[in-house]
């Protein structure tokens, strides 16, 4: 076997792809990638990523070595390295691959790379410090945080896992804090403004949302024009005419604990000044701390926290949303942002281990050692009893994460009384809430450790002579 045989053979692993990749989407959806700046797709394979996001407006080159060798490796604002170090069998190589890609990035690389639970999914012997398949290529799979690890001591920056096998590296690191400020905190969508009323109105609403007046620097330009003949005294004023003061003091509450888990999670990549921190959260600090210096040991007292199983526990039972149950707190992701804030650095922390996956309705945060599965019920809405896809966990004690995938299973696990994974004011929370108790009126709960699985599910429905339709429990046919 030599280096060789492998190096002809890559160009196998290179798949036509009829939709973006999972990288490529993850990017768009993280705005990573937008209209006006330049992609190089390095290692593009046959090209459907390039072929996409052109059809999209995005100024996009792709090269590779076998499929497009004619393409330019040209400086780009976008370099995407996708699924492309796992099938060097070189590691110096693959190391030289990394650093000329980051070369070539003027504001981020993105990385990514097969992860070690795909292992069962490749056909091969082990070789080196991978997989020799039985097309002869190589696999070289990683470890959960194994591949952020890689690529920050490669490249020298701190980088973020955008999801489970794909890194963000940042060249300004003023980049990567305001992403990690959207990921905590997602900027608010302004208004659209015609005059000068509509322009006020969006004002109003930004107060409402976080709880203190927008500074000029802030707002888009078509409300600056529209309000630039007014004096920031008086728009101050009009604002708070008209914004509800109850509006005004919840989104206050909501930045000041956003701002703490964002300075929390900003002590796992070391602290910098505080003009080196997004202007928003500048402005937060400014308006709902008595000093950065404060803010931080705050930061600190709430990291501190979490390593407080008691506490933690108290913050399970005690949250408005959620379900709390002997071993952990089930919460799904629109309710996530409702949990006690040392919660959410909870879930946070274990998104910086491992990353969040891009697919997930429930999270669960055990409160018995530290551990956080993200569980996918992709019918969660529109199911009354959504069945389990996929789960992804990372044990927060040893790093190690798992995957495991439903997709061929004839009895999955599914979900009963979705209400109690919301928060209470969720609009579908009262329809979910009716359906539980028409069940448990129904003697559908009488033996819990029999419904939690597709068939268990049906036998005890025929038992009660029940079924259901859309979120209505009725009587079977041949039951009345």
């Known amino acids: 076997m030599t280096q060789q045989l492998w190096g002809s053979q890559r160009h196998h692993t290179a798949i036509g792809r009829a939709r973006l990749s999972l990288p490529a989407r993850r990017a768009l959806g993280d705005l990573q990638l937008r209209p006006g700046m330049a992609v190089l797709d390095y290692g593009c394979g046959r090209g459907g990523d390039v072929r996409a996001l052109q059809h999209l407006g995005l100024d996009v080159t792709g090269w590779d070595p076998v499929h497009f060798p004619e393409g330019q490796r040209r400086p780009a604002d976008v370099v995407l390295l996708t699924y492309v170090l796992n099938v060097i069998e070189d590691p110096a190589e693959r190391r030289r691959t990394l650093l000329r890609a980051w070369e070539l990035a003027g504001s981020v690389l993105v990385v990514s790379a097969r992860l070690r639970w795909e292992r069962n999914q490749i056909k091969g012997i082990e070789y080196g410090d991978g997989i020799l398949t039985q097309r002869r290529t190589f ?17 020298g920056v701190r980088c973020l896992s955008a999801a489970p096998g794909i890194v963000y590296a940042f060249k300004d690191d003023s980049a990567r804090l305001s992403y990690l400020a959207r990921q905590i905190a997602p900027d608010g969508e302004w208004l659209a403004s015609e005059d000068t009323a509509s322009a006020i109105s969006a004002v109003v609403a930004h107060l409402e949302q976080r709880g203190r007046m927008p500074q000029l620097e802030e707002m888009p330009q078509p409300i600056i024009s529209l309000l630039g003949h007014l004096r920031p005294a008086e728009l101050k004023r009009l604002a708070e005419q008209e914004a509800d003061p109850v509006m005004v003091e919840r989104g206050a509450e909501r930045a000041a604990l956003d701002t703490l888990l964002f300075l929390a999670v900003e002590l796992f990549h070391g602290r910098g000044p505080a003009s080196s921190l997004p202007l928003p959260v500048q402005l937060d600090i400014r308006a709902f701390f008595p000093s950065y210096t404060e803010a931080c040991k705050r930061a600190d007292r709430l990291l501190f926290k979490l390593r407080d199983d008691a506490y933690v526990r108290r913050a399970m039972n005690g949250s408005i949303a959620g379900k ?44 018995q050692g530290r551990g956080v599965s993200w569980l996918d019920y992709p019918e969660f809405d529109t199911d009354p009893h959504p069945r389990l896809a996929a789960s992804y966990a990372v044990d927060l004690r040893t790093l190690k994460s798992s995957f495991t ?38 003697g559908l709960y009488e033996s819990p450790h029999l419904i939690g699985t597709e068939e268990g599910w049906e036998r005890e429905l025929a038992r009660c002579g029940r079924a259901l339709r859309g979120h209505r429990l009725v009587r079977r046919p041949d039951c009345t």
């Open 139 to 155: 696999q070289h799979l990683y470890a959960a945080g194994e591949l952020r690890d890689y690529v920050e001591e490669a490249t």
């Open 324 to 367: 709390f149950t002997a071993t952990a707190l089930y919460v799904h992701r629109r309710a996530l942002h409702r949990i006690p804030t040392v919660l959410r650095l909870y879930e946070q922390c274990a998104s910086i281990a491992a990353g969040r996956p891009g697919e997930w309705s429930v999270v669960k945060l055990r409160h």
């Open 405 to 442: 995938s439903y997709a061929d299973s004839v009895n999955r696990p599914l979900l009963h009384r979705k209400h109690e994974f919301l928060a209470e004011d969720d609009p579908d929370a009262p329809k979910y809430r009716r359906l539980t108790e028409a069940e448990v009126r129904a």
